[in-house]
Each structure stands twice: as structure tokens, then as C-alpha cells.
């Protein structure tokens, strides 16, 4: 009965090359977030999408992006990762935006690992 | 833009102690306010919200909190930790009329000898 899962649960990667992390949801809902967490420090919102409609945080690295193909996945794509990138991702859903209301749901997150 | 302050990294205590983690926030109007945990080796779940009304809100496990307005704070409570609280635990904020995205503090670690 997982809600938002995450593959993989940890991912090493290689200073550079480039690294998709997966999020996929069985709740239907039309908001999905990545936020990056490094060690004893609040997760940061990298970006989300409100059904189609992505949003980015304005402090944002290029190098992040993300695809949302359908209403269950999005991927987050590091593009060039480096070493400073290494950090837990991780994956959110919510219903709706409703005006700030609305329980945030998380997946287990992606532990990844700049080599 | 709001910011979230949770005064208190590292927390240890016996089980049946009572806690009180700190959570402020910087914002003049109106939030809506969560706190969220996350278990060892689980994923960040609910733990209770306020969005209006009576300001002492409660959440599942025996936890609640007090929003106090005039102090910025919602403080999470518990009158007696047991070891199954080991956890971290997040307070965040939404600000009313943004763009209803949460802002969340670096969270608490709370340690609850048995």
C-alpha cells in the first residue's frame, strides 16, 4: 500500500555524469515536490508541479530538472552532478495547493552519493 | 519570504519525561502551521496541522501543539515520551495568500532512552 515511492533508495554516481531519480504516487493527486536535504538542515524545495504546470525555485541550481510525463511519475534529472549535490531527494505529493492547507505525503527518499 | 527556526537540534530524554520542541516562524499574516515526523528508516508522515481555530491542536500518538500568535510559535508538546518517539521532527509553515508551499525548519532529533 505504498503511496509515494522512490527508486532508487540510493543512488552512486560519478562526479559529472549524469543521474535520474524516480517519484511515483498511487494517490491520484495533482501536486508533486522535490526537495533536497542535506545533512541536519530543513529539506529546500527545488521545484514542483501543479498538474502539468512546473514551478521552479528561483535558487534553483540549471543543473536540476525535472519531467512529469504523467500524473504518477516525475523524474528529477541532475544533469551534471558534483560533489556538493550529494544529499537526500525527496518526493512529495499533496491533493491540491488549497490555499497552504493541504498534508504533504513523502516518498522514503534517494540518498545520493557524488563520487 | 517566511523562515522557519526550530531552536532545538539534539534532544534526549527518558522515556515518560515530558517534551517541548520549539518551532518559530517569521511571517506577520496569517500561516497555516504543520509538524511532520519522520521515524527512523520511514518516510516524513503528518503529525498534526493548525490552520484556525482552537489554538491547542491535537495529533496522532498523544502529541499536540500551541500556536501563540503574538510569540510566532507553535510549539509541538507531548506529557510523556516513550522510546517508540525516537524520531526526527520537521515544523512547517505555510504562508497564507503566497504560493502555499511549505517552508520547513531543519528539524529536531529527539532520542527517547528506554
Known amino acids: 500500500d505504498a503511496m509515494v515511492i522512490q527508486n532508487p533508495r540510493y543512488q552512486v554516481t560519478q562526479f559529472g555524469k549524469p543521474v535520474t531519480l524516480s517519484c511515483s504516487q498511487t494517490?491520484?493527486?495533482?501536486?508533486m515536490y522535490w526537495y533536497q536535504q542535506k545533512s541536519s538542515q530543513a529539506p529546500k524545495l527545488l521545484f514542483h508541479y501543479y498538474d502539468k504546470d512546473f514551478n521552479n525555485e528561483a535558487d534553483t541550481p540549471d543543473n536540476f530538472q525535472s519531467r512529469r510525463p504523467n500524473t504518477s511519475f516525475c523524474f528529477l534529472d541532475i544533469r551534471s552532478p558534483g560533489l556538493g549535490d550529494a544529499a537526500m531527494y525527496l518526493c512529495a505529493t499533496s491533493r491540491d495547493r488549497g490555499q497552504g492547507r493541504e498534508t504533504q505525503y513523502f516518498g522514503p527518499g534517494t540518498r545520493l552519493l557524488v563520487l | 519570504a517566511q523562515s522557519v527556526s526550530q531552536h532545538n537540534h539534539h534532544v534526549i530524554l527518558s522515556e515518560a519525561a515530558s517534551l517541548e520542541l520549539g518551532c518559530n516562524y517569521s511571517y506577520g499574516g496569517t500561516v497555516n502551521l504543520f509538524w511532520y515526523v519522520q521515524y527512523p528508516g520511514q518516510h516524513l508522515q503528518l503529525l498534526l496541522k493548525y490552520f484556525s481555530g482552537d489554538p491547542l491542536v491535537k495529533g496522532i500518538k498523544g502529541f499536540e501543539a500551541e500556536f501563540i500568535k503574538s510569540k510566532f510559535s507553535f510549539n509541538l508538546r507531548k506529557p510523556s515520551v516513550q522510546w517508540s518517539d525516537t524520531a526526527e521532527y520537521f515544523c512547517?509553515?505555510?504562508?497564507?495568500?503566497?504560493?502555499?508551499?511549505?517552508?520547513f525548519g531543519r528539524g529536531t532529533s529527539l532520542i527517547v532512552h528506554p
Open positions: 494517490l491520484n493527486h495533482n501536486v
Open positions: 512547517a509553515v505555510v504562508a497564507s495568500g503566497g504560493s502555499y508551499i511549505p517552508t
